[in-house]
């Protein structure tokens, strides 16, 4: 293996509506393989959310995503490169700034859940990690190959479950070989 890397979304803020694309990993190298190793989600709601609970799906991207902002990669080893054909997408650019659509359609659901929602906004409350890739990963490869991606958006009931206040948060640790 190549090593392990890592990537972060800049903090997105919620869009109203739904699906809402959050964050892509793909792979165009037709002389590598990229395993997904661990793919979390972070929401923390400030406002008070009436509707259903948000909910985040992972799935295959029935076509190489566009569009969106290309995140930087970090290495958890200085002497390895990452594959400049190992491409993160988030939504935005800055910390709560303005949206960059990522254009992607969800193929094959490979999971999803529900994230925190508030039904009061008294006390503190604490945003889970939330795996968006099964734990199996962990020790069975989730692999990308040749023009492949995965797919992380909110697909809430209504749009109402995914506002402005929401404020999410995607991370992302793979190897190359």
Same mark, same amino acid.
């Given at each position: 293996m190549a090593g392990?890397?890592?990537? #972060?979304?800049? %903090?997105?803020? &919620?869009?109203? #509506?739904? =699906?809402?694309?959050?964050?892509? !990993?793909?792979?165009?190298?037709?002389?590598?393989? $990229?395993? $997904? %190793? %661990?793919?979390?989600?972070? /929401?923390?709601?400030?406002? +008070?959310?009436?509707? !259903? /609970?948000?909910? $985040?799906?992972?799935? %295959?991207?029935?076509? $190489? =995503?566009? &569009? &969106?902002? +290309?995140?930087n990669k970090g290495q958890f080893d200085t002497a390895n490169a990452t594959n400049a054909n190992t491409i993160i997408r988030g939504a935005t650019a800055s910390d709560g700034g303005v949206a960059t659509a990522i254009t992607a359609t969800a193929g094959t659901t490979l999971w999803q859940q529900y994230c925190m929602r508030m039904h009061t906004v008294v006390g503190q409350v604490l945003a889970p990690d939330n795996n968006m890739a099964p734990v199996l990963v962990d020790t069975q490869n989730l692999i990308l190959r040749q023009n492949q991606a995965l797919l992380v958006q909110v697909v809430a009931a209504v749009g109402t479950s995914n506002p402005a206040t929401n404020h999410w948060c995607v991370n992302i640790v793979w190897e190359e070989d």
């Open positions: 392990y890397f890592s990537a #972060a979304s800049f %903090r997105t803020l &919620g869009s109203a #509506a739904t =699906p809402h694309n959050l964050f892509t !990993v793909e792979n165009i190298d037709a002389t590598k393989l $990229v395993y $997904v %190793r %661990r793919l979390a989600i972070l /929401m923390d709601a400030t406002a +008070v959310l009436t509707a !259903v /609970m948000p909910q $985040v799906k992972l799935s %295959r991207a029935s076509a $190489v =995503p566009t &569009g &969106g902002t +290309v995140l």
